[in-house]
């Protein structure tokens, strides 16, 4: 005799309730990941006595403003968000630019010095940042650029590049050739071909690459700690730092109020960029 099945309503509730065990460890987790954010902005709201008790604050009942406020009056502020907007947009759109480039080259061309060229990619990617401070600062010394955007824009672009030719790479791999000798046959050019059937479907890949790109860019102190040294030259990771005195007693409030401002481009940029990622993927799938 064959042995006895489980009945179809026993084996529905041993999937509901190992569905709901991991529910309930997704929002574990969840909740894990996302409170060292809420003590930041509970902590902007916070009164300086109320952050130095030894009890603590979970909710900001009787929070103040004063924090933003003495931010704001802080004039090293908006000169590090000038410098920080400066070198994120320019990074961001020279580095896209290039990596966009590279990975259609090595993707759909097959050229002399391609495999070496990719290699040279992944040998970049291996080498410690810290190993490069000495001989980039002094190649920026050289020609001038210490303490300037462009000077700390072409670090960035530099050691932003390897990783976003290499994740572009694997988006365009991804797009078939095939698509591209379709709209050819029916008439258009190459070039046609490729911006109305396989640059829309690129379009994830590039919202994605920009994600990474802008975080490196925005959130970056340890290069630009090397090649701004002039206080009037700060990115705002720098003037957060400053913020922590060494010899007096350090304004935490007005400490978590800076991160919490400089978190909010971050936020609103990722919001945009995933809209944009979503009509992309429906553009291009109506395309192609």
């Given at each position: 005799?064959?042995?006895?099945?489980?009945?179809?309503?026993?084996?529905?509730?041993?999937?509901?309730?190992?569905?709901?065990?991991?529910?309930?460890?997704?929002?574990l987790?969840?909740?894990?990941?996302?409170?060292?954010?809420?003590?930041?902005?509970?902590?902007?709201?916070?009164?300086?006595?109320?952050?130095?008790?030894?009890?603590?604050?979970?909710?900001?009942?009787?929070?103040?403003?004063?924090?933003?406020?003495?931010v704001?009056?802080?004039?090293?502020?908006?000169d590090?968000?000038?410098?920080?907007?400066?070198?994120?947009?320019?990074?961001?759109?020279?580095?896209?630019?290039?990596?966009?480039?590279?990975?259609?080259?090595?993707?759909?061309?097959?050229?002399?010095g391609r495999?070496?060229?990719?290699?040279?990619?992944?040998?970049?990617?291996?080498?410690?940042?810290?190993?490069?401070?000495?001989s980039?600062?002094?190649?920026?010394?050289?020609?001038?650029?210490?303490?300037?955007?462009?000077?700390?824009t072409?670090?960035?672009?530099?050691?932003?590049?390897?990783?976003?030719?290499?994740?572009?790479?694997?988006?365009?791999a991804?797009?078939?050739?095939?698509?591209?000798?379709?709209?050819?046959?029916?008439?258009?050019?190459?070039?046609?071909?490729?911006?109305?059937?396989?640059?829309?479907?690129?379009?994830?890949?590039?919202?994605a690459?920009?994600?990474?790109?802008?975080?490196?860019a925005?959130?970056?102190?340890?290069?630009a700690?090397?090649?701004?040294?002039?206080?009037?030259?700060?990115?705002?990771?720098?003037?957060?730092?400053?913020?922590?005195?060494?010899?007096?007693?350090?304004?935490?409030?007005?400490?978590?109020?800076?991160?919490?401002?400089?978190?909010?481009?971050?936020?609103?940029?990722?919001?945009?960029v995933?809209?944009?990622?979503?009509?992309?993927?429906?553009?291009?799938?109506?395309?192609?």
């Amino acid at each position: 005799m064959s042995a006895a099945r489980p009945a179809p309503a026993a084996s529905a509730r041993r999937g509901s309730t190992g569905a709901r065990l991991l529910g309930a460890l997704a929002v574990l987790v969840a909740l894990v990941w996302i409170f060292p954010i809420y003590w930041m902005v509970n902590s902007a709201f916070l009164p300086t006595n109320a952050l130095r008790r030894p009890e603590p604050t979970f909710l900001p009942f009787g929070g103040t403003l004063s924090n933003f406020t003495n931010v704001f009056r802080d004039p090293g502020f908006f000169d590090a968000i000038k410098v920080s907007l400066a070198v994120t947009g320019i990074t961001l759109a020279v580095a896209i630019l290039f990596a966009f480039l590279g990975a259609l080259a090595i993707s759909r061309f097959r050229f002399r010095g391609r495999k070496s060229f990719i290699v040279t990619i992944l040998v970049v990617q291996m080498i410690p940042a810290e190993g490069l401070f000495i001989s980039q600062y002094h190649m920026l010394d050289t020609w001038g650029l210490v303490n300037a955007v462009l000077g700390l824009t072409i670090v960035y672009v530099a050691a932003i590049l390897p990783f976003t030719v290499w994740m572009l790479r694997g988006f365009v791999a991804g797009v078939p050739m095939e698509l591209e000798e379709a709209g050819m046959m029916d008439g258009l050019s190459r070039t046609g071909a490729f911006f109305r059937i396989t640059f829309p479907l690129l379009a994830p890949g590039l919202v994605a690459s920009g994600v990474y790109g802008f975080l490196q860019a925005w959130n970056e102190y340890t290069l630009a700690l090397v090649v701004m040294t002039d206080p009037g030259q700060r990115t705002l990771p720098l003037w957060l730092q400053g913020l922590v005195e060494a010899n007096k007693a350090t304004d935490w409030g007005v400490v978590m109020a800076g991160a919490t401002l400089i978190s909010v481009p971050v936020i609103v940029f990722f919001l945009v960029v995933q809209k944009r990622m979503s009509a992309g993927l429906v553009s291009g799938a109506v395309k192609g």
